[in-house]
């Protein structure tokens, strides 16, 4: 490695996490980061769901995720002084035969043991509607995480914000990792920029608990009786920005389980970098020497970000393979 170290560019949640898992290893690293709208963590759930699918099966490596995550969100609570990051349920509705087979397959499972739970809710239980709970996920606050993590950094004087677009010539003589999420699609082929959009609302009439998971996701807030609902998708966005539509698709679909009054305190927009595979891109830049990408981790980026930030820090101080699956190199000729 670079005795003058790793610089990071991008200050988001993949950009921080790397930038926090440097200074956990005493790695010499800076950090650079643009402010601007459409930051993919305004409009994050932050949820890390274990089983997903209308067939319950269990995210790709769940455990060894989840193991990393536990590990380095506990760091940084005491580091930072306050846990942004809980264990949480999720509520899924079995709509149909299909689903209850399903579910009832996976609670046989000793794989999913951990995840697929036999718990019941008389909430629940009263509406006559088959549902199962999901165990073992979690939420990370994720706009608090990353505003405490950057104050961090910068009174560490690890993280520069700038008003001016990033590129090569910004860029210190170093070892350089790309984490520029879907704004900058020059530094990452295989981007696709995907806008989610998600509602801050009251329902006053809300009764059910934990995490409902329908056509969307509903998250209860630490404010009671506020929830964070979505997500709308927006492939190949035109802009940024919260929409019409997305707010009528979001507020339709929480009025298919919920028939109070809605009242919406907030609307927020964010592109994610999704990739069309699911899989991170994380590595060494084929057309760049010295130069890495730390991208892609599209809505899954909580439970992603962790893992591969210490797999790629491997890669880069000890020279540790990374999978050819997660490469940048697949998506260059």
């Known amino acids: 490695m670079n005795e003058s170290g790793i610089h990071i560019v991008g200050h988001g949640?993949?950009?921080?996490?790397?930038?926090?898992?440097?200074?956990?290893?005493?790695?010499?690293?800076?950090?650079?980061?643009?402010?601007?709208?459409?930051?993919?963590?305004?409009?994050?759930?932050?949820?890390?769901?274990?089983?997903?699918?209308?067939?319950?099966?269990?995210?790709?490596?769940?455990?060894?995720?989840?193991?990393?995550?536990?590990?380095?969100?506990?760091?940084?609570?005491?580091?930072?002084?306050?846990?942004?990051?809980?264990?949480?349920?999720?509520?899924?509705?079995?709509?149909?035969?299909?689903?209850?087979?399903?579910?009832?397959?996976?609670?046989?499972?000793?794989?999913?043991?951990?995840?697929?739970?036999?718990?019941?809710?008389?909430?629940?239980?009263?509406?006559?509607?088959?549902?199962?709970?999901?165990?073992?996920?979690?939420?990370?606050?994720?706009?608090?995480?990353?505003?405490?993590?950057?104050?961090f950094l910068a009174e560490e004087g690890k993280l520069i914000i700038t008003e001016e677009k990033l590129d090569s010539k910004h860029i210190p003589d170093r070892i350089v990792v790309l984490a520029t999420g879907a704004m900058d699609q020059v530094f990452s082929k295989g981007i696709i920029p995907n806008k989610g959009e998600a509602l801050v609302v009251r329902l006053p009439d809300w009764r059910w608990p934990g995490i409902v998971k329908e056509e969307i996701f509903i998250v209860p807030l630490t404010t009671k009786g506020t929830y964070w609902a979505g997500s709308y998708y927006e492939h190949w966005p035109e802009d940024p920005y919260p929409s019409e539509t997305g707010r009528n698709a979001i507020l339709e679909a929480v009025r298919t389980i919920y028939t109070g009054r809605i009242d919406v305190i907030d609307h927020v927009a964010g592109v994610r970098p999704t990739v069309d595979d699911r899989r991170p891109l994380v590595g060494a830049l084929p057309d760049q020497p010295g130069y890495f990408v730390f991208n892609g981790m599209g809505t899954k980026g909580t439970s992603l970000a962790p893992y591969w930030a210490g797999a790629l820090l491997d890669h880069i101080t000890s020279d540790v393979p990374l999978p050819t699956e997660v490469s940048p190199a697949r998506y260059y000729p």
């Not at 643009?34 to 995210?59: D, H, M, N």
């Not at 536990?70 to 005491?78: E, K, L």
């Not at 999913?112 to 008389?122: E, G, P, V």
Request: aromatic fraction near 12%; proline fraction near 5%; include cysteine.
């Open 13 to 151: 949640l993949a950009g921080c996490v790397l930038a926090m898992t440097c200074y956990r290893r005493k790695i010499p690293f800076s950090m650079s980061g643009v402010s601007r709208p459409g930051e993919a963590s305004v409009a994050s759930s932050g949820l890390i769901a274990p089983v997903t699918g209308r067939r319950y099966v269990k995210a790709w490596m769940i455990d060894e995720l989840l193991e990393s995550a536990c590990d380095f969100y506990d760091w940084t609570r005491r580091l930072l002084g306050t846990s942004y990051f809980t264990p949480v349920e999720i509520i899924r509705f079995l709509k149909n035969d299909e689903a209850i087979i399903a579910w009832r397959k996976r609670q046989k499972d000793p794989a999913y043991r951990a995840y697929i739970s036999d718990k019941r809710f008389w909430q629940l239980d009263i509406l006559d509607k088959p549902y199962g709970i999901l165990t073992g996920g979690y939420r990370l606050d994720t706009p608090g995480w990353l505003e405490a993590s950057r104050h």
